[in-house]
């Protein structure tokens, strides 16, 4: 006997013959023990199923369960063999990953149906042929096929299928068919069992159906009969009871559709339920069965609370379904929120979408306060945190305490608050208090389009923002202000390593926010969701916004589904150092720009010399400043080659080392400058240190870096430096918002036509109305008179 690696319970709930003491030696003491064995595994009390879907990925055993719609044509005569063999594939990767899986598979009446009208019609052509003597074949027409003759003269060739695809991964397959008496019969279960335990311990897939060949219609409201006893009605109480039986840890229900709904699929306020709980069935509405097969979803969730019931955990997703189902069932072991997944354990707080929901809501009532209560806002989360400022600092050491031993020390910087970072903050927050006044219903452009027909654009809040961040708690704060300011409903997600000081800070946005009843504009996501679980919100979040490492940001672009990503994978920031540069502010621009925060996404990565600089006092001062720093110096290609002890050569000219290291490298002039700036920069922020004016205005006109400099530190592209009162991030995009990102970067506009009955017939050559697209001058509401609706 052996242990599963992910056994979770008891020792009886998840112990399985490998092969039973003396079995391989006495065949006869190796039977007797196994049946004995198997009788035991009846005995012991089921395990319970895993609570969360991120437990998916620990499941030893698994059933998939391959609904008549996933397995037949949309003509139900014949079987979908590029998506069967896509499910194959994905099945063969997780056994040869060391699982145990199981497939509970229909199609056997479609094969058969295409096998069997394809012999009539051959057989009607030839006896025409020989009644008729002529070549001219009659209108034929086939009978209606009885449903266990299809069965009949379709099981062999399914199996001879699901064969030949897995033999492709050196799988081998073994078909069982069963009835409701290989269950209610006590020595026939036994039986079952026993061969499946053997067949799983030869790493062999077996492939279960129901005997349709000789199975009896099924009777109605018989598919339940209690807790303990589940008829086999269908391949779905088949795939239960046999993964109870079997002591699966998951059952994967394949179907047509995307899960179970709140209400029929199809109808305009159905909604995707993401994890149901026993009791909920019934606040949902059943609709139809597939256009296949003799089950319903009613009967899948029966099937679905009877499996979860006896230990074994549930996900019910859609196996037909072009776009995911090369991989549906690998996201769904992955924890991947896919389908519907069936759970005992209820969170103790809402949903990240019920969250979603919330910060829309909220979101909206934030938008139409005045500008003035939104401003009251912030300012009171300002005093807030200098009234709290010991609860907050008491939350970070907590923090710092346990992420010293996992974290650098560069992660650990942006971590750690302290008196001087929250009074900053204080200052920040009040800023955009007084930015906030007239920002949402800004009229930004006011047309006459016609006599008595007036157009304006106004200004107004994205919707949802989603921000992600790591090792970052003053994030929580800028962000949340910032939203709130421009009317923005706000989802926040940080890291655990932040756990306790993003609490205290959302705590006391929400006590700010309280003041003018929407607490819930600003969500703390604190569940287990995954970064692409919430990528997939596209329904309910307007704009992603991630602040964190580079290889966050560019996860998060790929896993997005349709949501726009504000924000830059890499902050490869450059110092082009001009042969009329002047030694005093070079030393210390670059001396500021590497080394007061080598981690920032600002911090300066490259250093391009003039080549005839070389060898001058000033690239001396240069490199003896940076020695004395610490800063570890990477020779760039052609640097290397004038020297003949050079450092270490530079890997990639495209490094973010967010470190005191950085890469030298030599240029022929500003025009090389440019071009290494355009070949290998990320467009973040670009530095010229020159006395020569002409060549820098050349510069900065150039480069299309979302932020250029002529002598200042590269450390200034920051929206509290700017300004901005504080900033959501750095967006090297070319649309949208571009550089720091503050409050104008998160309002979009909206076209306000009024009129007087007026209709597009009127300017027709007919009507007599022309169009007159006269411009006319902003007079922007006073404060009390503006509205945002």
């Given at each position: 006997m052996k242990w599963f690696p992910s056994c979770?319970?008891?020792?009886?709930?998840?112990?399985?013959?490998?092969?039973?003491?003396?079995?391989?030696?006495?065949?006869?003491?190796?039977?007797?023990?196994l049946r004995c064995w198997s009788h035991a595994l009846y005995t012991y009390s089921q395990g319970k199923p895993f609570g969360h879907r991120g437990e998916l990925g620990q499941a030893k055993r698994i059933v998939v369960k391959l609904g008549s719609a996933v397995v037949t044509r949309g003509d139900e005569c014949g079987l979908a063999l590029g998506r069967l063999a896509s499910i194959v594939e994905q099945v063969a990767v997780l056994q040869n990953q060391?699982?145990?899986?199981?497939?509970?598979?229909?199609?056997?009446?479609?094969?058969?149906?295409?096998?069997?009208?394809?012999?009539?019609?051959?057989?009607?052509?030839?006896?025409?042929?020989?009644?008729?003597?002529?070549?001219?074949?009659?209108?034929?027409s086939v009978p209606v096929l009885e449903a266990r003759a299809c069965a009949a003269a379709g099981q062999s060739g399914l199996m001879a299928l699901y064969e030949a695809m897995?033999?492709?991964?050196?799988?081998?397959?073994?078909?069982?068919?069963v009835t409701n008496l290989d269950f209610h019969d006590e020595q026939k279960r036994r039986n079952l069992n026993s061969t499946l335990q053997e067949l799983l311990r030869m790493n062999i897939v077996p492939i279960i159906n129901t005997n349709d060949a000789v199975v009896p219609p099924p009777e109605p409201n018989s598919d339940l009969q209690g807790v303990n006893v589940i008829s086999i009605k269908?391949?779905?109480?088949?795939?239960?009871?046999?993964?109870?039986?079997?002591?699966?840890?998951?059952?994967?229900?394949?179907?047509?559709?995307?899960?179970?709904?709140?209400?029929?699929?199809?109808?305009?306020?159905?909604?995707?339920?993401?994890?149901?709980?026993?009791?909920?069935?019934?606040?949902?509405?059943?609709?139809?069965?597939?256009?296949?097969?003799?089950?319903?979803?009613?009967?899948?969730?029966?099937?679905?609370?009877?499996?979860?019931?006896?230990?074994?955990?549930?996900?019910?997703?859609?196996?037909?379904n072009p776009k995911v189902t090369g991989h549906v069932i690998t996201d769904i072991v992955d924890g991947k929120k896919v389908g519907t997944f069936f759970s005992e354990v209820k969170p103790a707080g809402p949903t990240v979408e019920q969250q979603a929901e919330m910060a829309r809501n909220g979101g909206r009532s934030l938008a139409g306060l005045l500008s003035e209560q939104r401003g009251e806002i912030i300012y009171l989360l300002a005093d807030l945190l200098t009234e709290r400022k010991d609860e907050i600092l008491a939350a970070n050491k907590k923090d710092m305490d346990l992420a010293i031993r996992c974290l650098s020390q560069a992660l650990l910087k942006r971590l750690s608050l302290?008196?001087?970072?929250?009074?900053?903050?204080?200052?920040?927050?009040?800023?955009?208090?007084?930015?906030?006044?007239?920002?949402?219903?800004?009229?930004?452009?006011?047309?006459?389009?016609?006599?008595?027909?007036?157009?304006?654009?106004?200004?107004?809040?994205?919707?949802?923002?989603?921000?992600i961040f790591e090792s970052r708690p003053d994030c929580l704060l800028q962000v949340s202000a910032l939203a709130i300011a421009s009317g923005n409903g706000l989802l926040l997600k940080g890291g655990?390593?932040?756990?306790?000081?993003?609490?205290?800070l959302h705590q006391l946005t929400q006590e700010a926010l309280s003041v003018h009843g929407v607490r819930d504009a600003v969500q703390l996501v604190s569940t287990c969701e995954g970064v692409q679980d919430l990528c997939r919100l596209d329904k309910m979040i307007d704009l992603i916004i991630p602040r964190g490492s580079s290889?966050?940001?560019?996860?998060?672009?790929?896993?997005?589904?349709?949501?726009?990503?504000?924000?830059?994978?890499?902050?490869?920031?450059?110092?082009?150092?001009?042969?009329q540069a002047s030694i005093d502010k070079v030393v210390k621009i670059v001396r500021d720009s590497k080394c007061d925060y080598p981690a920032a996404c600002n911090a300066m990565e490259t250093l391009l010399v003039h080549k005839d600089l070389l060898r001058s006092p000033l690239f001396d001062q240069i490199v003896d400043m940076l020695r004395v720093e610490g800063v570890k110096v990477h020779a760039g290609p052609r640097f290397a080659s004038y020297l003949t002890f050079s450092p270490s050569e530079a890997k990639s000219l495209c490094t973010e080392y967010s470190d005191l290291q950085c890469c030298i490298e030599v240029v022929d002039g500003l025009q090389g400058a440019v071009e290494h700036i355009h070949k290998f920069g990320s467009s973040h922020t670009d530095v010229i240190v020159t006395e020569d004016k002409e060549t820098a205005e050349q510069f900065l006109q150039q480069v299309d870096s979302a932020c250029v400099f002529w002598n200042a530190s590269s450390r200034f592209?920051?929206?509290?430096?700017?300004?901005?009162?504080?900033?959501?991030?750095?967006?090297?995009?070319?649309?949208?918002?571009?550089?720091?990102?503050?409050?104008e970067g998160l309002l979009t506009t909206k076209w306000v036509l009024r009129g007087n009955g007026h209709s597009v017939r009127d300017f027709s050559e007919q009507g007599g109305m022309e169009y007159l697209h006269e411009i006319i001058p902003i007079q922007q509401p006073l404060p009390e008179q503006r509205s945002t609706n």
């Open positions: 979770r319970h008891s020792l009886g709930s998840r112990l399985t013959p490998s092969c039973p003491p003396g079995a391989s030696k006495v065949p006869w003491l190796g039977s007797r023990l060391g699982r145990e899986m199981m497939i509970v598979t229909s199609g056997a009446v479609a094969f058969g149906k295409q096998r069997l009208r394809h012999e009539i019609l051959l057989s009607q052509s030839v006896r025409q042929a020989l009644h008729s003597g002529q070549n001219t074949l009659k209108d034929m897995f033999s492709q991964y050196s799988t081998c397959t073994a078909q069982i068919l269908d391949n779905d109480s088949l795939a239960a009871r046999l993964a109870v039986e079997m002591r699966a840890d998951l059952l994967i229900a394949l179907s047509d559709v995307e899960g179970l709904y709140d209400s029929p699929p199809g109808t305009d306020d159905a909604k995707l339920i993401d994890t149901f709980y026993p009791g909920d069935q019934q606040s949902i509405t059943f609709g139809t069965k597939s256009r296949v097969g003799i089950g319903g979803m009613e009967a899948k969730v029966k099937a679905a609370l009877w499996a979860l019931q006896g230990g074994t955990s549930v996900v019910i997703a859609n196996g037909t302290s008196p001087a970072k929250l009074n900053s903050l204080t200052i920040g927050l009040r800023q955009i208090s007084v930015a906030s006044q007239g920002s949402v219903g800004r009229v930004v452009r006011h047309t006459r389009v016609a006599s008595g027909l007036e157009l304006e654009q106004i200004t107004m809040p994205i919707g949802v923002l989603l921000v655990k390593e932040a756990v306790n000081t993003n609490t205290i290889q966050l940001v560019r996860d998060i672009q790929r896993a997005t589904q349709g949501i726009p990503v504000l924000g830059h994978s890499e902050g490869i920031c450059h110092i082009y150092v001009d042969a592209a920051d929206g509290y430096r700017f300004g901005l009162g504080a900033e959501v991030g750095i967006s090297t995009a070319r649309i949208h918002a571009r550089g720091p990102v503050g409050l």
